[in-house]
């Protein structure tokens, strides 16, 4: 098992990388780690995550109670321990404000399209947890119904939230969120966020299923099982997209003006 003073080395190091990737500016974020059943080292308030030491990390219990350390807690400290509250088997909590992420909270739009294999496999959907004033009950209450059959949440107006079985899990699933929503936003700027076709996704929910990977995927399902149960029709191909239907009326457009032209 991993000793404390590693779990706290590694909590300043994924500090730093989350402060290096510009997910967070600031003091902002906040980082945790599940030691035992009811212990968790957590990062303090008004530090930057990128400039952390181990002897800054707290040690808390489940109700929120500082049990060592000199700093201040994490004033959103609330959200991470609902997390481990509800998710016995998680632990590691990774909280920040991922430029591309946070546009699409804002915008209240969830990470829920079937655009990239790896995203449907490893990421699942991403919803969007209604918004909540940080540091009150507001957010885990927000969070509590998703985190059952999610591995991160969108906070509306605020920025993201992951869990993972480790800290290293719980970082690489906010690098992907980060990174779809990033891909996502690009594809929209040229109208190409085309989705896979619901039978795509049904086989990549195989192999999900297959590699043990739990949360929702596009199709509202977590495994190839629920698919079949839903008797969703795998045979559907995708509808048509923005992109489709632009090129559909230049070409309309293009036949009316040719035909027209021709006339005399
Ligand atoms: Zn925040």
Request: proline share 5%; net charge negative.
């Amino acid at each position: 098992m991993t000793s404390e003073i590693n779990n706290k080395k590694q909590l300043c190091e994924i500090g730093k990388r989350i402060y290096d990737k510009g997910f967070v500016a600031a003091n902002d974020g906040n980082l945790s780690i599940r030691i035992s059943e009811n212990q968790f080292l957590i990062t303090p308030t008004g530090v930057s995550k990128g400039f952390m030491t181990p002897e800054m990390i707290l040690k808390v219990d489940r109700h929120g109670n500082v049990l060592e350390g000199d700093w201040k807690p994490t004033s959103e400290m609330k959200m991470h321990l609902l997390v481990y509250k509800e998710r016995p088997e998680i632990n590691a909590v990774v909280h920040v404000h991922p430029p591309y992420a946070t546009a699409f909270a804002i915008a209240g739009i969830p990470l829920d399209q079937a655009i990239m294999p790896e995203s449907v496999v490893f990421l699942g959907t991403i919803p969007v947890a209604e918004y909540g004033t940080p540091s009150t009950e507001e957010i885990p209450a927000a969070i509590k119904k998703y985190v059952h059959n999610h591995q991160g949440v969108l906070l509306e107006n605020h920025g993201a939230l992951t869990w993972g079985n480790s800290l290293d899990h719980a970082f690489y699933l906010m690098e992907s969120l980060e990174f779809n929503a990033k891909i996502n936003w690009l594809a929209k700027q040229i109208n190409g966020d085309r989705e896979l076709s619901q039978r795509k996704v049904a086989e990549l929910l195989s192999i999900k299923t297959k590699m043990g990977i739990r949360g929702v995927s596009p199709l509202g399902a977590e495994t190839i099982e629920e698919i079949n149960a839903k008797k969703i029709t795998p045979a559907l191909e995708r509808s048509l997209s923005e992109f489709d239907i632009n090129l559909i009326v230049e070409r309309v457009t293009k036949n009316i003006l040719d035909s027209l032209n021709n006339k005399d």
